[in-house]
């Protein structure tokens, strides 16, 4: 909240610079978002990228890439969904290249790319292994940029393609027991940010969809469960509710459920208030 094919070839470890492949030519962000394309979605083992899947699968027309690093569980996702099945774990050097060789190979183009792969970690920061922080930033942070750097130049020359990267609340306000994860989600969003200024007038868009408390195992395999009483976990469906919102309408930003988007503007307006709430409450 990711062991490749032998079918990937090597290549020199620059972004992937495949041609375009003939196919459909729309631009995922717009209503022609609805007619699909080519799809690759990380974390879709479960959770919200398993439920990603099932929406463009439901949608329809979308050629789909799935990524995830439970290999039974994502053939399980991929078979209900039409996909193609990549089991592999994107952390490491050339990870995120043979990905994206792997998803061009398969689909000819990649029109949306939905980066879902990630871990949390919860406890004080003073007892947090050493390699509990690098795992949280190589799988969240790292991962995912090396993903993206591969597969822009991609969508850039054939004019069209939205990224849509999924963040979290925490990394918004910062949550208590979760310093090295509300940074390295905190990351993405100023990421995401970042690329969107430079992307201006290439036809492709990048969206940041931030999700509040999601029911998934996410808080199971990092070992602690969620025990706060608010907000209130809400189903993965509804991530990717927003995610198809995202693209459809070519939104940067969605909050998941719209409200968490307020103690952000809080904090942002009035720190010290927020900081004296939040230190009381939080």
Known sequence: MSHAP????????????????????????????????????????????????????????????????????????????????????????????????????SVGRVDLLVAGAGVGWAGAFSSMPGAAIDEVFDVNVLATVHLVRQLLPHMVRQGGGRVVIIGSLAGTVGVRDEAVYSAAKAALGAFADAVRYELRGTGVGISHVVPG??????????????????????????????????????????????????????????????????ARFG
């Open 6 to 105: 032998s079918r990937v070839r090597s290549g020199s470890g620059t972004p992937v610079e495949a041609a375009a492949a003939p196919g459909v030519q729309h631009r995922p962000g717009g209503p022609e978002g609805a007619a699909g394309g080519g799809a690759l979605v990380t974390g879709a083992s479960s959770g919200i990228g398993a439920a990603v899947a099932r929406r463009l699968a439901a949608e329809g027309g979308w050629r789909m890439v799935l990524n995830g690093r439970d290999r039974a569980r994502l053939d399980e996702v991929a078979r209900g969904t039409s996909a193609v099945a990549y089991p592999a774990d994107l952390c490491g050097p050339g990870a995120g290249r043979r990905l994206a060789e792997f998803a061009l190979e």
């Open 213 to 278: 408390v999601v029911d998934t195992p996410f808080f199971d395999r990092r070992g602690v469960p969620y025990r706060r009483s608010r907000p209130k976990p809400v189903p993965a469906g509804r991530v990717a509710d927003a995610v198809w919102e995202a693209v459809v309408k070519g939104r940067d930003e969605v909050y998941v459920p719209g409200w968490t988007r307020v103690p952000g503007r809080v904090r942002g307006a009035a720190p010290g208030l927020y900081r004296r709430l939040a």
